[in-house]
């Protein structure tokens, strides 16, 4: 059964969707990963939680943002380069200025084909910016299985708690983590 066919099912059924929390220990954000997903942490990546079948993938960076970048639109732009060289040809979707928790952000969706397996893929990316950092949520799943998929994603991206929510009295990023991921 595939990832969206599984969800779907509960989902029908009224089970609950149950989440696995996780906090990381540097950068002090926090997010609620569907269970079953296993955790990692990936240089160039950041934080990602893979879903069990392997066609689908929350992730979660952080990054210093340049002083001349001001606004979450203005990350994504910077942040463009990096994205192609990671995807490929990326078709955007859907653009929209949204907030979380009541922070400022961008929110994108977008498709693209996997340059390792071929596969089409869909997702989203929510960045949001303040104090100089930038935390962006990331969801990809294959294409045929996004609908489904996207209920539990939805879900883990509420449960976001950025580090400046999380820890105000503590400085937002702290040294070389692993999810550092300036762009060029």
Not at 8 to 17: C, E, K, R, S, T
Not at 54 to 66: H, K
Not at 108 to 121: A, I, L
Not at 157 to 176: D, T
């Amino acid at each position: 059964m595939s990832l969206g066919a599984a969800l779907a099912a509960a989902l029908l059924a009224g089970a609950p969707v149950r989440a696995q929390s996780y906090e990381h220990p540097r950068e002090h954000w926090r997010i609620d990963f569907p269970a079953g997903w296993t955790k990692s942490d990936e240089p160039g990546l950041g934080t990602v939680a893979r879903a069990p079948t392997g066609t689908a993938r929350l992730t979660v960076e952080q990054s210093v943002v340049p002083a001349s970048v001001r606004t979450a639109a203005a990350w994504e732009r910077a942040d463009a380069p990096r994205l192609r060289r990671r995807y490929g040809r990326v078709r955007v979707l859907l653009r929209e200025a949204v907030a979380l928790r009541g922070v400022p952000g961008a929110r994108v969706e977008f498709d693209y084909t996997d340059p390792t397996t071929g596969r089409p893929m869909r997702g989203w990316r929510m960045v949001l910016l303040t104090r100089g950092v930038v935390d962006v949520v990331s969801f990809e799943v294959a294409d045929d299985d996004y609908d489904a998929a996207q209920h539990a994603a939805e879900g883990s991206l509420k449960s976001f708690l950025p580090s400046f929510v999380r820890a105000p009295s503590q400085p937002a990023a702290s040294g070389g983590s692993v999810a550092n991921s300036s762009p060029p």
